[in-house]
């Protein structure tokens, strides 16, 4: 592109008439909405007459322009100042008040907090857009760097994202409990305004320095949509979104329609509607493509990633968009955020499939880009590290997992608050760790803050906190203290059957906990009813094989008066099982060879 002019020294400058400074001051506006629409409209507020013939036009276009390098700086208002206020209501006083009223109304323990955190996130947003907005202004204004085509590309960017501003904002005044969990991350997903200073016309744009009004409002809706979609109201989002997409798609501008079918695609995915999830994506891809419009195409492969290694469990179909998401992000000159977030879901789908040297080297690398782009202190770090925390528990090292855990409660603690929803998580698997380092206190600890945490956020039927029951029982059984995990374990199986029903598979395992908990009670008839429902909830499921043998050996134990002929047929089955799948220093082998001391009958391995 061909740099403008340098503004002049004002001393070379002449008074310029006071009517054609108000024209000028319009057409340098840096927005293009608030430049005049046409050429038809500039010349008319010039002189009417002047429309009569092209070379007159021309000529005054002509006479305009030199005016506005040679003259026009002495008595126009500098077109760049105003960058603080350009977000309007966006974001100002009332915006804020408002905002961390709307969060401070939620009866919750964080709600202060998170309150407090959101509003000056967003007031660090804000400056960084209004900074951006002046230094792209000053580009061509000012500096003579950049060309009006390409300041027209960098502020129709800077526009989309205070329009994502305002309806983030919105959907933090009327903030709900759901709201309210996400509203951190929601800033936090907000997109940066620096990247718009990267931005150049592409040489069939697909979108006007104007858009049309119908374009225009479609951008605001799908705004709202996503705003709706990350504060977690994404089925209230995802019915708006289906109406928009019948009303809209075939009269909007091409790059509306990329968001459009990107925001119905990760709103499907949202909804367990993974094939309706993966044609809107994979038609938002070929959309951004034929557009060259690298970075959003990669946003939608990212997405089909996470879709086919996570949720269809297809690690080479995740591969596959994940290298295509890889290639699209190296088009688009790399973005840091971009490749962060496609090498974070590569790692998830190399976790699932078991291969755990590449989920550390994809995982390794996103941590070092978020901590290059963010530092070393930011939440978005620390939530790789609750990943690798996964990969370490998977290796056997314990210790590892146990710093990196410890880190990242640190770390949100710091940014969520001690009491958030997020705290639950990483303090559960952190109570996991430590039971399996023998710390049986210290973990049933750690569990208890954690169900106590997603409670009171969750309320008492969540499958979280049915969870958490689930896991403190586990572990106070596991610390021999079976009269306390009863009552947790009984507290987990109601919550698990009301949340997602009796025969859910998840029930399956606090009943095996119990009934092992009452057998270590000396109670082995009461053991039998949860057994066997343990058993008939695992036998229809696609549960691991080793919890199988369990639920089967553990009944054996409670028939073994009762039904001493199917307690040893269970008995043999469990058996087998273990034989072929159990390492030799597993924990179940001196239950097991105990059992075939006092059964004598019961094979051997051969």
């Known amino acids: 592109d061909r740099g403008v002019q340098r503004w002049p020294d004002e001393r070379a400058s002449r008074p310029v008439p006071r009517r054609l400074r108000r ?23 010039l002189d009417p007459r002047a429309r009569r013939r092209t070379t007159i036009a021309a000529a005054t276009v002509t006479v305009l322009a030199t005016i506005a390098i040679t003259g026009a700086t002495r008595g126009t208002a500098d077109p760049c100042t105003g960058s603080d206020a350009a977000l309007g209501d966006a974001w100002d006083a009332d915006a804020r008040r408002a905002t961390a009223e709307g969060l401070s109304a939620i009866g919750l ?48 960017c800077l526009d989309d994202h205070r329009r994502t501003l305002a309806a983030t904002v919105a959907a933090l005044r009327d903030a709900t409990p759901q709201v309210l969990e996400n509203a951190t991350e929601l800033v936090l997903g907000l997109p940066d305004p620096a990247g718009c200073r990267e931005l150049a016309p592409r040489a069939e ?24 979609r990350r504060s977690g109201r994404g089925r209230e989002a995802l019915a708006l979104a289906e109406t928009l997409a019948r009303e809209i798609e075939a009269g909007v501008l091409p790059d509306v329609g990329i968001t459009l079918h990107y925001t119905l695609g990760v709103l499907r995915d949202d909804a367990g509607d993974f094939g309706g999830a993966q044609a809107s994506l994979q038609r938002a891809a070929a959309l951004a493509r034929a557009m060259a419009d690298a970075p959003r195409e990669a946003e939608a492969w990212i997405e089909l990633t996470r879709i086919a290694g996570a949720h269809q469990h297809d690690a080479t179909q995740g591969r596959f968009y994940g290298e295509l998401a890889l290639a699209a992000i190296t088009a688009a000159g790399g973005d840091r955020t971009l490749r962060s977030h496609a090498l974070l879901e590569l790692g998830e789908v190399a976790f699932r ?52 855990l410890e880190a990242v409660i640190e770390r949100y603690a710091e940014t969520f608050g001690p009491e958030h929803p997020r705290m639950a998580a990483p303090l559960g698997n952190l109570g996991f760790v430590l039971s399996a380092m023998g710390e049986h206190e210290a973990a049933a600890e750690h569990m208890r803050r954690a169900t106590a945490i997603a409670e009171a956020s969750r309320g008492p039927h969540h499958p979280q906190v049915a969870g958490g029951h689930a896991a403190l029982g586990h572990v106070l ?24 029903g009796p025969e859910h598979p998840a029930v399956s395992e606090p009943l095996l906990d119990l009934g092992q908990a009452r057998l270590a009670l000396g109670r082995p008839d009461d053991a039998v009813a949860p057994l066997e429902r343990a058993l008939a909830l695992a036998s229809a499921a696609d549960l691991p094989p080793v919890q199988l043998a369990d639920t089967r050996f553990a009944l ?5 008066r009762r039904e001493p002929a199917r307690a040893m047929e269970l008995a043999r089955d469990a058996l087998a099982i273990y034989e072929a799948q159990l390492p030799p220093r597993d924990d179940r082998w001196p239950q097991v060879h105990a059992w075939r001391r006092s059964h004598p009958d019961v094979p051997s391995s051969p």
């Open 109 to 156: 323990p964080w709600a202060a907090r998170t309150a407090e955190t959101t509003t000056t996130k967003l007031d660090a947003w804000a400056a960084r857009w209004a900074a951006t907005h002046h230094e792209v202004c000053e580009a061509t204004w000012r500096r003579g760097e950049q060309s009006a085509a390409v300041l027209d590309v960098r502020m129709a």
């Open 23 to 45: 024209v000028l001051a319009r057409g340098l506006q840096p927005a293009p909405e608030r430049r005049f629409a046409s050429m038809e409209a500039l010349l008319a507020e």
């Open 477 to 500: 059984a596991q610390a021999g203290h079976p009269e306390q995990a009863e009552p947790e374990l009984e507290a987990a199986i109601a919550g698990f059957e009301r949340s997602l």
């Open 205 to 228: 744009p697909s979108r006007p320095a104007v858009d049309d009004p119908r374009s225009a409002r479609a951008r605001e809706r799908l705004a709202e949509l996503e705003a709706l």
């Open 353 to 404: 499939a078991g291969d755990d040297a590449a989920t550390l080297a994809r995982w390794a690398e996103a941590e070092a880009l978020r901590r290059e782009q963010y530092g070393e202190d930011d939440v978005r770090v620390a939530q790789v590290w609750a990943r690798l925390a996964g990969v370490d528990l998977r290796r056997g090292d314990m210790m590892a997992a146990r710093a990196r």
């Open 556 to 560: 054996a134990h409670a028939l073994d």
